[in-house]
């Protein structure tokens, strides 16, 4: 596309992008983000100037970030703009100082992340069905810069979309030097943005004022129209081979309660680009958010399906956590360890009666004379033992480093954590194992896994006891039972750190 000249230009290829895809198909009420610059005021013109029947009912819509003194003054400036072309508006803020501190954002991630959701709730609450942006194809260029400088895979280079999901953008084969020119053709006043005159303030910054003017300077003025074709080629190209990326993740995928779900045998036999893509594909359509993950991230995923056996854990930000479980490779909202015992002692356990645990979760044992007419499974959270050789003493703990149980049938003991790596326990859900003890500590029962064959039912057995771990009906308790007494030290705690999100575009 050449430069344009002229408004006549300009506003062809507003409409062009308009039609180009479908930008408006279906639009009767759309939400406009002005935000008083040059671009966002010459987008609201150029849709006012429609004619009447392409052009659908408009609602401005401006956020305030409360980052600049003149902040509300540009507000402001917004509505009498909308009031003086009839248009409805909304506005609203937040201060997105304070909450790119709160979470661990940079300024850019944090003021991007309240806009869009501010956008999304007033399309939904006016009613609009789309909602059109003011991204030029300048902004395409400079996205497509930064992602190149930092590495970014093809997505990256793609740039802004011209269109996503609810998103528009019409001014995408334009560059910001047009849209300053169709405002002084219409006599439009705009609001200048001080933090953007900052060439050193963001990386965004030091591209516009530093690396553009040096590529138009060496290589001519056609450089910004020049990414934007290369991001719209290679948009294209992702476009077409969408197909073949949605028919491995569902070759791939596996059912999976939350979140994510892949067969390792089948993700890592895919091509390292196809592996990719079909990683991206598979956490947006679970609802991480795949624009604050950088290589490293989209590497280390990687890594735990194709460069390891067994388990491994990668932490994501926006709290996501990706792990392999032996053949299964799972991305899900980082929560709190289910069940996770609150107590770091032994407590010892009524015999026969109901101990109340810390998590809520209760013990029941049961005194038979004789021997067992039924058996359970020894996965199950219930187990049966010889009487007189588990004593009159029993206690329930987490497992700790050094554990060794004797597996039923089998004469010598095993330490727990190769029993719990041979049933294929992930690593972080071992600690979660509790573990059934005798006055000496000795394990008598790893929980919903072994029994030991120092307990096991034999010809001399005269009495029995039935032990149940249950879940909590209503609510966690708080305390243990009554008879409960702390016999060991505690375990020493250990902290997570979740590395937080550093750097995004401005899509």
């Known amino acids: 596309m050449p430069m344009a000249d002229g408004v006549a230009r300009i506003t062809e290829l507003f409409r062009r992008a308009l039609a180009d895809y479908d930008m408006l198909a279906g639009v009767g009420r759309l939400l406009v983000a002005v935000s008083g610059g040059q671009d966002s005021l010459a987008m609201l013109q150029m849709l006012c100037e429609l004619p009447p029947r392409q052009r659908p009912q408009l609602v401005v819509a401006h956020f305030n970030h409360h980052m600049r003194p003149e902040a509300d003054a540009d507000q402001q400036f917004v509505c009498d703009t909308a009031a003086a072309l009839g248009c409805e508006y909304v506005t609203g803020g937040e201060a997105v100082v304070a909450y790119a501190e709160q979470h661990g954002l940079n300024l850019e991630v944090a003021g991007h992340r309240l ?18 942006l003011g991204h030029t194809a300048t902004d395409v260029a400079e996205s497509l810069l930064m992602n190149l400088l930092r590495g970014a895979g093809i997505e990256g280079l793609a740039s802004i979309a011209p269109t996503r999901e609810r998103l528009i953008r019409p001014l995408i084969y334009l560059t910001r030097e047009q849209t300053e020119r169709f405002c002084q053709a219409r006599g439009l006043q705009f609001r200048t943005d001080s933090t953007n005159l900052d060439a050193d303030r963001h990386h965004r910054n030091h591209i516009r004022h530093h690396l553009m003017p040096l590529l138009e300077r060496d290589y001519g ?5 020049a990414l934007l074709r290369a991001a719209l080629a ?3 190209e992702l476009q077409w081979t969408e197909e073949h990326v949605c028919q491995a993740l569902e070759s791939c995928q596996k059912p999976s309660d939350s979140g994510l779900c892949l067969s390792v045998e089948a993700a890592a036999a895919l091509p390292a680009g196809l592996l990719h893509r079909v990683l991206r594909k598979a956490l947006s359509n679970s609802g991480a958010k795949v624009r604050t993950l950088r290589w490293e991230h989209w590497q280390s995923m990687a890594n735990l399906i194709v460069g390891q056996s067994g388990s491994g854990q990668v932490d994501l930000p926006d709290d996501w956590t990706a792990r392999r479980e032996y053949d299964r490779f799972l991305v899900e909202p980082t929560r709190p360890m289910p069940r996770c015992p609150l107590w770091h002692e032994s407590i010892r356990l009524a015999i026969p009666g109901e101990t109340k645990l810390p998590d809520g979760r209760c013990v029941t044992i049961e005194r038979h004379s004789g021997t067992p007419d039924c058996f359970p499974r020894s996965d199950e959270l219930c187990a049966v033992m010889d009487a007189d050789a588990a004593g009159i003493e029993l206690y329930l703990r987490q497992i700790k480093p050094g554990d060794r149980l004797v597996p039923l049938g089998m004469n010598g003991s095993k330490k727990v954590s190769d029993l719990l790596t041979d049933e294929k326990v992930p690593v972080h859900r071992r600690s979660l194992t509790l573990a059934l003890v005798g006055a000496d500590d000795r394990l008598l029962w790893l929980v919903g896994h072994r029994l030991s064959q120092l307990v096991a039912i034999g010809p001399s057995t005269t009495k029995h006891y039935r032990v149940h771990l249950t879940e909590p009906e209503v609510g966690p308790a708080i305390e243990a039972a009554p008879d409960s007494q702390a016999r060991f030290k505690p375990a020493r705690k250990s902290e997570r750190n979740t590395e937080r999100e550093t750097d995004c575009s401005s899509e």
């Open 115 to 132: 806009r869009h959701e501010f956008f999304r709730q007033q399309a939904d609450a006016t009613h609009c069905d789309r909602i059109a």
């Open 221 to 225: 003025p056609g450089v910004e129209q």
């Open 234 to 236: 290679v948009r294209d």
